[in-house]
């Protein structure tokens, strides 16, 4: 008998599954709840691939010997509860193509600037000449691609969920960019099961992998005094020197030093296609993972010079009478949010708002002080934003579409002003996902 393999949910990652078990010779079935897409749908059938939509069938999917689950389905889902009744083992897309590839694993996980630090990674080893794939939270599915191709290295930008999907799965190179409070209704609201979810990323690790993190985040700096990681540490950091392996910056400077090289990596921040403070955390983590796998230093040099950003993070758009409008819809917690307000060197109307996940508006308060001088909130119930801002920013007005938004900012705004969207909050009250926000936003200052 066949292993019979059921997934749950159709998106990119459970097709990919769907598409790799079946070339590996198990009995398939997928099942979403919601609707599958056409492209999706096509995919299956194409594959001669069982599948149901609009409902999960029980019968047919607890005799699974294996569920892998889409990263959006929570574990308290009542369907995961009785699978795990059965002891029915249940994993991520991760996990189960990682059984099937000997590539090279550079894994990228943190509350932010996750993205945009794979796409840069991703961008110095094509550079380099090097056969890799990019997936995870990003590009295609990497099951598929393990079905499909045969790259020697994949970069893999990791959600907490994904992680948690995770068992016998090991990084080769595994990067932790920062931790702050994001998804705690998956993590019981307990900040700490939420930081032990993203350091999952190095377990099954040994001295002989590397683990890149960041030296300036006091959350996992606690977190290392108590748990011990066995691979290479090697940290980067922008307030500290870091003596033998890692990357520093100190007066303006990026050193960046593996191997105890004599002749360090070293480039000016005015050098660095990614401005903002967050994005030297980035391209520091982007370039140690690259010298890991000795890659040269001047392709490094190059690419930290050459790339260009993710659509919808801090993604310039236009310039209008003199008025720059900047789209980061991505921004959908408030540590994204304060990374978006830190880097703005220009008065700034910022467009806030959309489906609050439980925001603490305060850690915003002082940058607001001292960047912001209006704000226009998108979304359906703005009343915590107006209360948290309401004595600290003179003109707060309310838009309910992105159109909206942009005429009511382009009206506030002067020449020399930025327009920043950047949303701290999920899109779903008004918008499909943030990329739809993004893009209505784009569309409306084009249409100035």
């Known amino acids: 008998m066949n292993k019979r393999i059921v997934i749950l949910g159709s998106g990119e990652s459970g097709v990919g599954s769907a598409i790799l078990a079946q070339s590996k010779g198990f009995a398939v079935f997928v099942s979403d709840k919601g609707l599958i897409q056409e492209k999706y749908k096509t995919e299956l059938k194409n594959n001669n691939i069982a599948f149901e939509e609009g409902k999960h069938t029980e019968e047919l999917i607890l005799n699974a010997d294996e569920i892998i689950k889409s990263p959006g389905i ?16 249940i994993i991520s897309e991760i996990e189960f193509a990682g059984r099937y590839t000997n590539a090279k694993m550079i894994c990228i996980t943190g509350s932010n600037g996750k993205t945009t630090t794979t796409l840069l990674t991703y961008h110095i080893f094509k550079k380099a000449g090097l056969n890799v794939g990019l997936g995870g939270n990003v590009g295609k599915s990497f099951a598929y691609q393990v079905a499909t191709q045969n790259f020697d290295y994949y970069i893999l930008e990791l959600s907490s969920f994904q992680l948690d999907g995770m068992y016998d799965f090991k990084a ?69 020197t870091v003596e033998g392996n890692g990357a520093f910056l100190q007066n303006n400077e990026i050193t960046l030093n593996y191997n105890n090289n004599p002749k360090p990596l070293i480039m000016t921040l005015e ?178």
Request: one cysteine or more; a negative charge; proline letters at 2%.
């Open 271 to 448: 050098q660095l296609a990614l401005a903002g403070k967050h994005n030297v955390y980035n391209s520091m983590a982007a370039s140690m993972a690259a010298s890991i796998v000795n890659i040269r230093k001047d392709i490094i040099r190059e690419s930290l010079e050459d790339f260009v950003n993710v659509e919808h993070r801090l993604e310039f758009v236009a310039t209008v009478n003199g008025i720059e409008f900047i789209n980061d819809s991505k921004a959908t917690n408030i540590n994204s949010a304060w990374y978006a307000l830190e880097s703005m060197d220009k008065p700034t109307v910022w467009i806030v708002g959309g489906q609050d996940k439980g925001n603490n508006y305060e850690e915003l308060a002082e940058l607001v002080n001292e960047k912001v001088k209006a704000i226009v909130c998108l979304g359906v119930d703005n009343k915590k934003i107006i209360k948290a801002f309401k004595n600290s920013v003179e003109i707060i007005m309310e838009a309910s579409s992105a159109a909206e938004a942009v005429a009511m900012s382009y009206k506030l705004a002067t020449k020399g002003d930025a327009v920043l969207l950047s949303p701290a909050c999920a899109s779903f009250d008004l918008f499909k996902n943030y990329e739809d926000r993004g893009v209505q936003f784009k569309s409306a200052v084009r249409g100035l």
């Open 172 to 240: 080769d190179v595994a990067i932790l960019l920062n931790i702050t409070p994001d998804h705690l209704d998956r993590y019981e609201y307990k900040f700490e099961n939420y930081v032990a979810s993203k350091f999952r990323i190095a377990q099954n690790q040994t001295e002989k992998d590397a683990f890149v993190y960041c030296a300036d985040d006091e959350v996992m700096e606690e977190f290392m005094k108590h748990n011990s990681i066995q691979a290479e540490k090697l940290p980067f950091s922008i307030k500290k």
């Open 74 to 89: 929570p574990d308290k889902a009542e369907l995961i509860i009785k699978a795990k009744e059965k002891n029915i083992p």
